[in-house]
Each structure stands twice: as C-alpha cells, then as structure tokens.
C-alpha cells in the first residue's frame, strides 16, 4: 500500500525549498517557479454484482503526489522557453480505470509507487505584437510577465499540452485548484492529443484581434491508442481549430469558445470490432480491426462572471460515436454546468466554493461494443446488461491556509459508472493539499 506520509512529505520537502528557489529569478529573464500537489482519494461502498477488467470497485483509497518546476528564460523580444520537469507517484481509484468521467484529473494513466521523474513540457513560446494597445502580463508559471499587444500573433512549439492553449475555461480547468474531475476541467468528448501523462508534441498558432482570437494546431496521437509513446512525424496526428469572443455583460467579463478536432490515424469502427469477433468466435479486441481512418468532433465551451464572486460556466462536446476514443477517455457526449463562488460574503475572500453538475453519454455502437465485454480507454466492466448515461455531481471546498498553500476538499457523486445501471452510484470523497509560488 502506497504510504500517505510519503506523500506528505514530497509535498512537505517542496515548500520547504521554496525560499531558496524563489531566489532564483533576476529581472524576470530567467525565472523558476513551482508546485507541489497531494491528493487523498477514497469511494465507499456501492452495487457491484459483476467486475470486468476496467471496472471502478468498492471501498478504496488512493493518493497520488506530484512535484513540478516551471523554469523560464527569456530568449529575445516575445520569445520565452520554458521546460517543466516533474515527479511523481501514486495510483488512481482502480488503477485509473472504471469511470469515463474519472474522478482525479492528479490521476494519471500510469501509476507507479515509486517516486519517477518526468519532463513534462519543453516548449518555445513567440508572441508577435501587431500594434495598438498594450496589456501588462502577469509573471506565473510558463508565462514570463511583462506587457504585450492586445493584438498578437502567439507561436507555441515543442512538448506541452493541447488544454494549455485549447478549451480553457476561467472557472474549471485546473485539477490543481479547481474541479477534480477529467471530464469537468476539459470537455469530456475532447478526445485531444496526449500521451499517458496528458502531454503531447506539436505546434499551435493564435491570433489574437480586438475581442476575437482564432487557434489552430497540429499534434501527435500516442503510438496506440492510451499509450506511452508519442509518434514523432505526425504518422498519427490531430488537427484542432479554436474561435474564441470575449465580451461583457452588465460590465462583467465572459467568453464563449467554439472548437473543433480531426484525428486522422489507426482506429477501429465499433461495429467492425464486433463483427470480426462474431466471425472468429473470439473475444471483442479493436486492436485487429484498426485501420488509417479520421475521427472528429467538436465542443462550446462557456464562461461568465456574475459579480464580482460568482461565476458560471458550461460545456458542450460531441464526437464521432462509431470510432473508438483514442487518446483521452471514453465519451462521445458530454454537457456540464457551473459555478464558482469567492469567499469574501463571509469574510474568506481567498476560499472559493464550486459546483458542476455532468452527463456524459455513448453511442448506441459503443454501447454494444462494452456490451459485448469490449474495453475501452477506461471503462469496461465485461457486459452492460442495462447501460445508462454516466451523471455525475462535483463539489468543492478551497481554503487558502497562506498565499502559497490551500487545502481542498472535494465530493463527487457519480451516477452509473462506466455507463452501467448495474454498478454504483459512487460516492467520492478527496483531500487536496496544493502549494505554489
């Protein structure tokens, strides 16, 4: 069993370095920054009559820990690289598997018990100004502070995520500091380029014009789909396309994003997979049936300040249902809405409080194929005699203890895990301990 304490003291042996890094930033040109977070993570007791390969079971409890520098050096005028090298450990709930919505985004695919080291992100930012106005930028980790144009041209190339620069959201985007869930902080039918660790290699462009900003990217897919190794040619490759309008309504800021995916690669058809298995008499496995065709998909994605302590935000995705997800989890429709609260009403300006509410739901064909004891990405519990959308409630508590330290408390109530009316509901209950400077 992985040990809490271990945890606690990764964390702990991270803020106690924190002066001395902290001193490493002249001028702004070279910085360093870092974060340090814990999760505790527990599901009580539920219906399970049945346990496939890639089901969620009862009455578990597992951490995961994570220790990341961000270091920054200014190359010439709007040019940044950054390279953020992580450690990590620690398990998801059954392994990260058993719920399409998982429940700790801090959960990835691979989990060991070990403390390992990863280079997360390398990657090279350029902005072009084209004129006007200026803003000034605020120094934070991967972004070096300064002013900029209002109107710009931003190049980002190398090794990082496709949530960095798509499908962000001021309210749910951050398992850090936010919602948990994988399926609140991006939208879950996304299925974005990204190793097991969530990270990928490419380039994205933007352009930025007064209140509109159009992005674009190409990425590459992992080898096989879920999997450790990214290709290096774009032999598997996704596309995405991005508009973004910010406006205001009654003089509070808003954003609405409209965005689209093509991954273009070896996948298989749902009906293909069943087909095959049918004509052999041997078990559902997609790997035999997988061929160079194009998945798409595309989601909104919404956010609103109400006052100057609420806001609200919301998320559509549809994608293609008759191909397998390939590299983020199994959804082929989601829809989310909710909110985030400041503490100032009650004299904790710095806590916040948040609510989503998520249905995430699968094609008739992907409902056959999990039916039929296929798996998925992360669901598959052997047969879905009665299946049903996955419905799931998120809820958080954030206490700012310092400016650099915040305790979270999280429940989930996830109805139907895995699609399946047999199983659950799950209730799921977290502990987050996340410092930064």
Wanted: glycine share 14%; net charge negative.
């Amino acid at each position: 069993m992985i040990k809490i304490v271990s945890r606690a003291a990764l964390c702990g042996l991270f803020l106690v370095a924190r002066p001395a890094f902290a001193q490493d930033a002249p001028q702004q040109d070279v910085v360093i920054h870092g974060q340090a977070t814990f999760v505790a993570q527990g599901v009580g007791g539920f219906a399970s009559p049945y346990v496939g390969d890639n089901s969620l079971t009862p009455r578990q409890l597992k951490e995961t820990a994570d220790v990341t520098a961000f270091i920054g050096a200014r190359t010439w005028k709007g040019g940044e690289l950054w390279v953020n090298p992580e450690i990590d450990q620690g398990f998801g709930l059954s392994n990260t598997l058993g719920v399409a919505g998982f429940p700790s985004a801090e959960a990835y695919k691979v989990g060991k018990s070990e403390p390992y080291f990863r280079l997360q992100r390398a990657f090279f930012r350029q902005t072009i100004g084209l004129g006007g106005a200026s803003e000034t930028v605020a120094e934070v980790a991967n972004q070096l502070g300064g002013s900029r144009s209002v109107d710009r041209i931003v190049l980002t190339i190398g090794k990082f995520g496709v949530g960095d620069v798509f499908d962000t959201n001021a309210y749910a985007h951050d398992p850090r500091g936010d919602f948990l869930n994988w399926s609140a902080v991006d939208t879950g039918s996304f299925d974005y380029a990204a190793d097991a660790w969530g990270y990928t290699t490419g380039i994205a462009g933007e352009l930025y014009r007064g209140a509109w900003t159009l992005r674009t990217g190409l990425f590459n897919l992992s080898t096989i789909p879920n999997g450790e190794r990214l290709e290096h040619g774009f032999g598997q490759y996704q596309v995405d396309a991005e508009v973004e309008h910010r406006h205001q309504v009654a003089g509070r800021p808003g954003s609405v994003r409209f965005g689209f995916f093509r991954n273009r690669g070896k996948f298989s058809r749902f009906d293909e997979a069943l087909a095959y298995a049918a004509a052999t008499g041997g078990a559902v496995d997609p790997s035999v049936t997988r061929r160079r065709m194009t998945r798409v998909g595309g989601y909104v994605n919404m956010d609103q300040a109400l006052t100057d302590t609420l806001g609200l935000f919301a998320r559509i995705g549809v994608s293609d249902g008759s191909i397998e997800p390939y590299d983020f989890t199994d959804i082929d429709r989601t829809a989310q809405i909710g909110g985030s609260l400041s503490g100032q009403g009650w004299g904790r300006a710095q806590d916040r409080v948040g609510l989503v509410l998520i249905a995430n739901g699968i094609s008739a064909e992907h409902r056959r194929y999990l039916a039929a004891g296929g798996l998925g990405v992360l669901v598959g519990d052997g047969k879905l005699p009665n299946a049903g959308a996955e419905e799931i409630a998120e809820a958080y508590y954030d206490v700012a203890l310092f400016r650099a330290l915040a305790v979270t408390l999280d429940a989930q109530y996830v109805e139907h895990p895995g699609y399946n009316r047999d199983r659950g509901p799950a209730q799921i209950l977290a502990v987050r301990v996340h410092g930064a400077f």
